[in-house]
């Protein structure tokens, strides 16, 4: 079936599996670059089998909270629904595996990038799972890793050094390069170190002429060739996409390329990953032949057709001068075929090949044989299959959802239980799932069954029905049905709860109280009162002790007798009644009216009633508690004498976890109202942290809109003319009455009323200068900055200053000899953007931001104009992380920790000096700086520097300027990234903890 042929029966009616044997993946909304990749793995039969004998993850234990998928679990089942479904493929469960959100789904990323990033993390899950017992080998670097060696060669002199190291995969360059064959040749073109570019060798004095390259020591089986069809424009200052003419072929020899080849370094052509579109977006699909000399297939997300050698070869080449671009009418290879409709519009042959993956063609049985039923462990299927079974019954279960109705019965002992507001929390009710034609007979019948009344007769069982109120409390209004045991549940549903049967939704449920009656004449012509107990000490609470049938004329005062007998207390005592209303009308009663007078003649209501105590019977009772039990009174030792008073306090309450500012220590729980002034919210911080500062020395930071974190900036002055819910609202889009909230603070020597009226500059002080202080200990691995040593400081100075004003009061607090001794820094994004000279005037609000901080710091002895002269020069040093970003289309490092500046000589010294010296300034092991890369950064680029003996010449450049090179040292990043006030593109990344 080609695309026209699909255009016309159209995806309702194309069948893949039927049509191709295969079947296509699910996009998720912007995944097709992940839907190509994991088809092109599929295929590799080795590679599959591997992943379907990685051990499953451990079953979750009864009542515990579902965990976050494990992947290697949701690749095993993408992989087999693959193999066996007979329809389209989900990917979801694999993504939420990953950590993403819908917003990950709808971000294109890089395709090489995803495959890196997944391999690595199937990879590491291998090798735990060999180190906890598992037979199996690490497949993920016996299929994909190759070696190769960087070389350089002294021409006229006996020199020579190498280092070796590994790779997954390839970048060829496109431009300039006519096929894959001249792409490699570029590759391990020699580069002649000669003239001004001469290498100074170890041992000899004289500079020498040099060649310097890469061989491949072996290649892997699977081969993955990334062509590099993003490159940066200089001229433009732009990423482009490059659609050069490219051309590759169904078979290459590259034994010419490997060291000591035995010829055997053929390779077949498996798959050709396209990308169609430009730098800022587009679409991927892959051309894969699962037997690498038969039948080529086009899978283009949900749907696989069958190609042709020069729809999947030749057409992906690109454009090319005897092959000039198409500009007839609209692209039809760019119509996303199941869809039947186009992603986007572009000029013919923007799609061209941007992935190959070639197999060794003297292994292609075993890379790429078929996987049999016998290779999937009985395990794995039997787990899959279980799952499945499940699915379907929630499946059949949700077709059945209108036979059955889902009711909450509440009985006293639920009410009974409840502390709080309203007379039971439904939601901790379970429904029950009953069939609609049950009778309310049948209904009474189950519950007697069920012991959830204690007796046999049901005529003595009372179902009140339960219905919201418009001031959003559930009362009962009535006996359900009027008390007829014949009527159907399916009949009272409208009747009784106001529910119109059409529309009744799976997760609508109906509310019954079930009463358990003396006499079933004790409710003609009554009405049904719940009276609630309000006790302020010990703890304050709440409690349902009594339902009444009263009738509607009696005074409310003849009830007092009643509840007098009923506690057995407070014989002389006076007691106050209030109606609970709703959360927010609690309203006294006045004992000679009848509930008919005060709108309580249908029933259902609620009467709270509690002892009046005088000011000496108050004292008496906190001086009879223990100090915990004091403590355990609200906000930490204040009584609440009167039940309205309470019903606030229940309203407005809420749980504020207080954590620092700069992060350290715990979180403080304070008790707060959401009424609560600022001022009020920092003496209950205070009083918590046991803090003998003043609390108006305390201020707040909101969180952050993007993400759980502070805000930089602080709460203004308008922010704290607020109550603390319009605070807590800040950040976030719920109310703060009905959850537990955080807001950071920090404590300063400077009242708020201190800040409104002078310049602050935020700095962090660094009397280390971004380096460790301490001897490193061999047992943990580098920390980029120890929080001890430095801290983060407010500096007040005058409206219009310069920063030299900030310079002269660090130098003070820290006891400097002298201002000229101490400089600031701005650092962007985990870099050193430039020196901020002491002349420039303070710029508002510079520093609060995570990617944009000033540094301050000592100036060291060996760092000053004097002692630098004219042999030597500061370099920043940035720590660049071997994670890559996709943005704006550009693959950009990531940094990440913190930058400092280094002193190096300005006729350059050889780079294991330079090493050894950076390693000795930061106390990292020496085992551990093994594994760091030293690399060139400029703005634009970064040039990693491979041989030690190199001789490294640092640019001659100035720090007050934007545009300068810099010293990054590639290794593993721990530290959290740090965040963008606004967010570009998020980082392609598995968020998953090692297990």
Same mark, same amino acid.
């Given at each position: 079936?080609?695309?026209?042929?699909?255009?016309?029966?159209?995806?309702?009616?194309?069948?893949?599996?039927?049509?191709?044997?295969?079947? =296509?993946?699910?996009?998720?909304?912007?995944?097709?670059?992940?839907?190509? @990749?994991?088809?092109?793995?599929?295929?590799?039969?080795?590679?599959?089998?591997?992943?379907?004998?990685?051990?499953?993850?451990?079953?979750?234990?009864?009542?515990?909270?579902?965990?976050?998928?494990?992947?290697?679990?949701?690749?095993?089942?993408?992989?087999?629904?693959?193999?066996?479904?007979?329809?389209?493929?989900?990917?979801?469960?694999?993504?939420?595996?990953?950590?993403?959100?819908?917003?990950?789904?709808?971000?294109?990323?890089?395709?090489?990038?995803?495959?890196?990033?997944?391999?690595?993390?199937?990879?590491?899950?291998?090798?735990?799972?060999?180190?906890?017992?598992?037979?199996?080998?690490?497949?993920?670097?016996?299929?994909?890793?190759?070696?190769?060696?960087?070389?350089?060669?002294?021409?006229?002199?006996?020199?020579?050094?190498?280092?070796?190291?590994?790779?997954?995969?390839?970048?060829? !360059?496109?431009?300039?390069?006519?096929?894959?064959?001249?792409?490699?040749?570029?590759?391990?073109?020699?580069?002649?170190?000669?003239?001004?570019?001469?290498?100074?060798?170890?041992?000899?004095?004289?500079?020498?002429?040099?060649?310097?390259?890469?061989?491949?020591?072996?290649?892997?089986?699977?081969?993955?060739?990334?062509?590099?069809?993003?490159?940066?424009?200089?001229?433009?200052?732009?990423?482009?996409?490059v659609n050069d003419r490219f051309e590759f072929s169904k078979e290459i020899d590259l034994s010419k390329?490997?060291?000591?080849?035995?010829?055997?370094?053929?390779?077949?052509?498996?798959?050709?990953?396209?990308?169609?579109?430009?730098?800022?977006?587009?679409?991927?699909?892959?051309?894969?032949?699962?037997?690498?000399? =038969?039948?080529?297939?086009?899978?283009?997300?949900?749907?696989?057709?069958?190609?042709?050698?020069?729809?999947?070869?030749?057409?992906?080449?690109?454009?090319?001068?005897?092959?000039?671009?198409?500009?007839?009418?609209?692209?039809?290879?760019?119509?996303?075929?199941?869809?039947?409709?186009?992603?986007?519009?572009?000029?013919?042959?923007?799609?061209?090949?941007?992935?190959?993956?070639?197999?060794?063609?003297?292994?292609?049985?075993?890379?790429?044989? /078929?996987?049999?039923?016998?290779?999937?462990?009985?395990?794995?299927?039997?787990?899959?299959?279980?799952?499945?079974?499940?699915?379907?019954?929630?499946?059949?279960?949700?077709?059945?959802?209108?036979?059955?109705?889902?009711?909450?019965?509440?009985?006293?002992?639920?009410?009974?239980?409840?502390?709080?507001?309203?007379?039971?929390?439904?939601?901790?009710?379970? /429904? @029950?799932?009953?069939?609609?034609?049950?009778?309310?007979?049948?209904?009474?019948?189950?519950?007697?069954?069920?012991?959830?009344?204690?007796?046999?007769?049901?005529?003595?069982?009372?179902?009140?029905?339960?219905?919201?109120?418009?001031?959003?409390?559930?009362?009962?209004?009535?006996?359900?049905?009027?008390?007829?045991?014949?009527?159907?549940?399916?009949?009272?549903?409208?009747?009784?709860?106001?529910?119109?049967?059409?529309?009744?939704?799976?997760?609508?449920?109906?509310?019954?109280?079930?009463?358990?009656?003396?006499?079933?004449?004790?409710?003609?012509?009554?009405?049904?009162?719940?009276?609630?107990?309000?006790?302020?000490?010990?703890?304050?609470?709440?409690?349902?002790?009594?339902?009444?049938?009263?009738?509607?004329?009696?005074?409310?005062?003849?009830?007092?007798?009643?509840?007098?007998?009923?506690?057995?207390?407070?014989?002389?005592?006076?007691?106050?009644?209030?109606?609970?209303?709703?959360?927010?009308?609690?309203?006294?009663?006045?004992?000679?009216?009848?509930?008919?007078?005060?709108?309580?003649?249908?029933?259902?209501?609620?009467?709270?009633?509690?002892?009046?105590?005088?000011?000496?019977?108050?004292?008496?009772?906190?001086?009879?508690?223990?100090?915990?039990?004091?403590?355990?009174?609200?906000?930490?030792?204040?009584?609440?004498?009167?039940?309205?008073?309470?019903?606030?306090?229940?309203?407005?309450?809420?749980?504020?976890?207080?954590?620092?500012?700069?992060?350290?220590?715990?979180?403080?729980?304070?008790?707060?109202?959401?009424?609560?002034?600022?001022?009020?919210?920092?003496?209950?911080?205070?009083?918590?942290?046991?803090?003998?500062?003043?609390?108006?020395?305390?201020?707040?930071?909101?969180?952050?809109?993007?993400?759980?974190?502070?805000?930089?900036?602080?709460?203004?002055?308008?922010?704290?003319?607020?109550?603390?819910?319009?605070?807590?609202?800040?950040?976030?889009?719920?109310?703060?009455?009905?959850?537990?909230?955080?807001?950071?603070?920090?404590?300063?020597?400077?009242?708020?009323?201190?800040?409104?009226?002078?310049?602050?500059?935020?700095?962090i002080w660094s009397p280390h200068g971004g380096c460790l202080l301490a001897k490193p200990d061999s047992?943990?691995?580098?920390?980029?900055?120890?929080?001890?040593?430095?801290?983060?400081?407010?500096?007040?100075?005058?409206? !219009?200053?310069?920063?030299?004003?900030?310079?002269?009061?660090?130098?003070?607090?820290?006891?400097?000899?002298?201002?000229?001794?101490?400089?600031?820094?701005?650092?962007?994004?985990?870099?050193?953007?430039?020196?901020?000279?002491?002349?420039?005037?303070?710029?508002?609000?510079?520093?609060?931001?995570?990617?944009?901080?000033?540094?301050?710091?000592?100036?060291?002895?060996?760092?000053?104009?004097?002692?630098? =002269?004219?042999?030597?020069?500061?370099?920043?040093?940035?720590?660049?992380?071997?994670?890559?970003?996709?943005?704006?289309?550009?693959? =950009?490092?990531?940094?990440?920790?913190?930058?400092?500046?280094?002193?190096?000589?300005?006729?350059?010294?050889?780079?294991?000096?330079?090493?050894?010296?950076?390693?000795?300034?930061?106390?990292?092991?020496?085992?551990?700086?093994?594994?760091?890369?030293?690399?060139?950064?400029?703005?634009?680029?970064?040039?990693?520097?491979?041989?030690?003996?190199?001789?490294?010449?640092?640019?001659?450049?100035?720090?007050?300027?934007?545009?300068?090179?810099?010293?990054?040292?590639?290794?593993?990043?721990?530290?959290?990234?740090?965040?963008?006030?606004?967010?570009?593109s998020k980082p392609l990344m598995i968020r998953t903890d090692a297990k």
């Amino acid at each position: 079936v080609d695309d026209a042929a699909l255009e016309i029966t159209g995806l309702a009616q194309y069948d893949s599996r039927k049509e191709t044997g295969f079947v =296509g993946l699910k996009n998720q909304g912007a995944t097709c670059y992940m839907n190509s @990749l994991l088809q092109t793995l599929y295929f590799v039969g080795q590679f599959r089998r591997a992943v379907y004998h990685m051990k499953l993850p451990e079953e979750p234990k009864q009542g515990a909270a579902p965990e976050k998928p494990d992947v290697s679990y949701a690749l095993q089942k993408v992989f087999y629904e693959l193999q066996y479904s007979s329809t389209v493929a989900k990917t979801k469960k694999l993504t939420e595996s990953f950590g993403w959100d819908s917003s990950d789904s709808f971000t294109q990323h890089d395709v090489q990038e995803l495959n890196r990033i997944l391999c690595d993390n199937i990879e590491e899950k291998m090798k735990r799972d060999m180190k906890a017992g598992s037979a199996e080998p690490n497949v993920v670097s016996e299929l994909f890793e190759g070696k190769l060696v960087n070389f350089l060669e002294c021409v006229n002199v006996d020199y020579k050094s190498t280092r070796t190291e590994s790779f997954y995969d390839l970048s060829l !360059n496109v431009k300039g390069c006519p096929n894959i064959i001249a792409s490699f040749e570029k590759y391990t073109e020699v580069e002649m170190l000669d003239g001004e570019n001469k290498y100074r060798a170890d041992g000899f004095e004289e500079l020498q002429d040099a060649k310097k390259g890469v061989r491949f020591a072996s290649l892997p089986p699977v081969l993955h060739l990334h062509l590099k069809r993003f490159e940066f424009d200089f001229m433009r200052d732009v990423m482009v996409k490059v659609n050069d003419r490219f051309e590759f072929s169904k078979e290459i020899d590259l034994s010419k390329f490997v060291e000591s080849s035995d010829g055997t370094d053929i390779y077949v052509l498996h798959s050709v990953l396209v990308h169609v579109g430009d730098v800022y977006g587009g679409h991927y699909y892959a051309y894969i032949r699962p037997t690498a000399d =038969g039948q080529w297939y086009k899978f283009d997300d949900e749907t696989v057709q069958k190609a042709t050698d020069v729809q999947a070869i030749d057409e992906n080449f690109g454009i090319g001068g005897e092959q000039p671009p198409d500009t007839n009418g609209e692209d039809d290879s760019l119509r996303t075929s199941p869809t039947l409709r186009p992603r986007f519009i572009q000029g013919r042959k923007s799609f061209n090949a941007y992935m190959l993956q070639y197999v060794r063609k003297g292994h292609i049985s075993r890379l790429l044989g /078929p996987v049999q039923d016998a290779d999937i462990p009985k395990e794995l299927h039997d787990k899959i299959l279980r799952e499945k079974e499940e699915e379907e019954q929630r499946k059949k279960e949700r077709a059945e959802q209108h036979l059955y109705i889902h009711v909450c019965i509440a009985t006293i002992e639920d009410i009974r239980k409840h502390d709080g507001m309203d007379l039971v929390n439904w939601n901790e009710i379970t /429904p @029950l799932k009953l069939r609609r034609s049950m009778t309310l007979g049948e209904l009474k019948e189950l519950l007697i069954r069920d012991r959830m009344v204690n007796t046999n007769d049901h005529n003595l069982v009372a179902l009140w029905k339960c219905v919201n109120r418009q001031n959003n409390t559930v009362r009962p209004a009535g006996l359900v049905a009027n008390g007829d045991v014949n009527r159907s549940l399916s009949d009272v549903v409208t009747e009784s709860f106001g529910f119109r049967e059409k529309v009744l939704r799976r997760d609508d449920v109906i509310k019954i109280f079930v009463e358990q009656l003396d006499n079933p004449a004790e409710i003609d012509n009554r009405i049904l009162l719940f009276f609630k107990h309000y006790q302020p000490f010990k703890a304050p609470h709440l409690q349902t002790v009594a339902t009444l049938h009263v009738p509607n004329t009696e005074k409310i005062g003849h009830l007092l007798e009643k509840m007098r007998n009923y506690l057995k207390a407070y014989d002389d005592e006076e007691i106050a009644m209030f109606e609970e209303v709703s959360a927010k009308c609690i309203t006294p009663l006045d004992p000679s009216k009848r509930f008919v007078d005060v709108d309580m003649g249908d029933g259902g209501d609620i009467i709270t009633f509690q002892k009046v105590l005088s000011p000496i019977q108050i004292e008496e009772c906190l001086s009879a508690l223990a100090p915990e039990e004091i403590a355990a009174l609200p906000f930490g030792g204040e009584p609440i004498e009167n039940a309205k008073d309470y019903y606030s306090y229940l309203l407005s309450r809420v749980i504020i976890f207080f954590r620092r500012k700069d992060g350290r220590g715990e979180a403080v729980r304070v008790e707060c109202m959401a009424t609560d002034s600022y001022a009020t919210a920092r003496k209950r911080l205070a009083r918590a942290l046991c803090l003998q500062t003043d609390p108006a020395k305390i201020r707040f930071f909101p969180k952050d809109y993007y993400q759980e974190a502070p805000r930089n900036v602080p709460l203004n002055l308008d922010d704290r003319k607020e109550d603390l819910n319009a605070i807590l609202s800040i950040g976030n889009c719920g109310g703060a009455n009905n959850n537990i909230r955080t807001l950071w603070y920090e404590e300063n020597e400077h009242t708020v009323e201190e800040f409104e009226s002078a310049d602050e500059v935020r700095i962090i002080w660094s009397p280390h200068g971004g380096c460790l202080l301490a001897k490193p200990d061999s047992s943990t691995t580098f920390q980029d900055r120890d929080p001890l040593l430095s801290e983060v400081i407010s500096i007040l100075v005058p409206y !219009n200053s310069t920063y030299a004003c900030a310079v002269e009061k660090i130098a003070e607090r820290y006891r400097i000899p002298s201002p000229s001794r101490v400089r600031l820094l701005e650092i962007r994004n985990a870099g050193i953007a430039r020196e901020i000279l002491p002349t420039e005037h303070v710029r508002r609000n510079v520093g609060f931001d995570d990617d944009h901080e000033i540094r301050a710091e000592p100036i060291p002895d060996d760092q000053t104009p004097e002692a630098l =002269g004219d042999e030597h020069q500061l370099i920043p040093v940035s720590h660049v992380s071997k994670e890559k970003q996709w943005l704006r289309g550009s693959l =950009g490092h990531l940094y990440f920790g913190t930058p400092f500046l280094f002193r190096v000589r300005v006729a350059g010294e050889k780079v294991s000096t330079l090493r050894e010296r950076l390693r000795q300034k930061m106390n990292v092991s020496e085992e551990e700086f093994k594994t760091w890369r030293f690399a060139t950064l400029y703005r634009t680029k970064v040039e990693y520097v491979e041989d030690d003996d190199q001789l490294w010449t640092p640019v001659k450049q100035s720090l007050v300027g934007n545009d300068y090179a810099s010293i990054g040292l590639e290794h593993k990043s721990n530290a959290q990234a740090k965040r963008s006030a606004v967010v570009h593109s998020k980082p392609l990344m598995i968020r998953t903890d090692a297990k």
